[in-house]
């Protein structure tokens, strides 16, 4: 089982930067792959990025591709979102999430945090 808890979210200009972090807690941590969702207002959770068990594979989608970087420290069970060349369509809550399928989903996800805030103005 994995517990996750976000942090980093604020509020920020369109073209300013943040890094999210998620710090888990489990000891299984590293069979998971990890990833990041994000819910806007009125919107459904969408599929933001996610990383491997070993960090060798990442995947975005095409929204945030080039501009965000997902990372995880598996000795320190963290997962990182850098956030580049913010938009205000980016605004959102944004959710850390564990799976034990690398196709990961709103569905395969097994474990989610609770969210972080992320508000980035015109």
């Known amino acids: 089982q994995v517990q996750l808890v976000e942090s980093g979210g604020g509020l920020v200009q369109a073209g300013g930067s943040l890094r999210l972090s998620c710090a888990a807690s489990?000891?299984?941590?590293?069979?998971?792959?990890m990833g990041w969702f994000r819910q806007g207002p009125g919107k459904e959770r969408q599929f933001v990025a996610a990383?491997?068990?070993?960090?060798?594979?990442?995947t975005y989608a095409d929204s945030v591709k080039g501009r965000f970087t997902i990372s995880r420290d598996n000795a320190k069970m963290m997962v990182y979102l850098q956030m580049n060349s913010l938009k205000p369509e980016d605004t959102a809550i944004y959710y850390c999430?564990?799976?034990?399928?690398?196709?990961?989903?709103?569905?395969?996800?097994?474990?989610w945090g609770q969210g972080t805030q992320v508000t980035v103005s015109s």
């Open positions: 990383i491997s068990r070993t960090a060798i594979s990442t």
């Open positions: 999430a564990a799976g034990p399928t690398w196709s990961l989903t709103v569905s395969s996800a097994g474990y």
């Open positions: 489990g000891r299984t941590f590293r069979d998971y792959h």
